[in-house]
């Protein structure tokens, strides 16, 4: 019974340490910095169809990042890049013109080719059919 009373109390003693330092800032809870976005096989036709796809928040914070796909080759052609100029607010997220093939910030008008140049882009690979996103900062 005291084990089970003392097991409690360190439990309890660690929860409210883990607390303090997290509300410091000097805990940085990660997860992942590679993210699996998808099957190719199913991710290429999915943005032939409705344009690029939407990956809200995938690192935790508030990074958006869209995945593209260009050409029709589902093996080549994926790009992932911020949704956004550095610096702009999430309401200034850039959103496909389909009719255009381009996206547009919503607060300058400025306009960005279907691969993204201009914004912030991160590596894509392919590992056995599944993309990678790497979102490590440099």
Not at 11 to 40: E, H, I, M
Not at 85 to 94: K, W
Not at 118 to 126: A, M, N
Request: charged share 25%.
């Amino acid at each position: 019974m005291l084990l089970g009373v003392t097991g409690v109390v360190i439990g309890l003693v660690v929860l409210g340490g883990l607390a303090v330092l997290s509300s410091r800032g000097t805990v940085k809870l990660q997860g992942d910095p590679v993210f699996d976005a998808g099957r190719t096989d199913s991710q290429a036709p999915a943005i032939a169809r409705d344009g690029p796809i939407l990956l809200g928040d995938v690192a935790g914070g508030d990074r958006d990042v869209y995945l593209q796909h260009l050409g029709t080759d589902e093996h080549r052609g994926w790009v992932a890049f911020d949704t956004r100029p550095p610096g702009a607010s999430r309401d200034c997220a850039v959103h496909w013109v389909p009719e255009d093939e381009a996206f547009e910030d919503p607060c300058t008008g400025d306009r960005y080719p279907p691969n993204g140049e201009g914004l912030r882009q991160y590596p894509v690979t392919i590992d056995d059919g599944r993309l990678r996103v790497d979102l490590r900062r440099e």
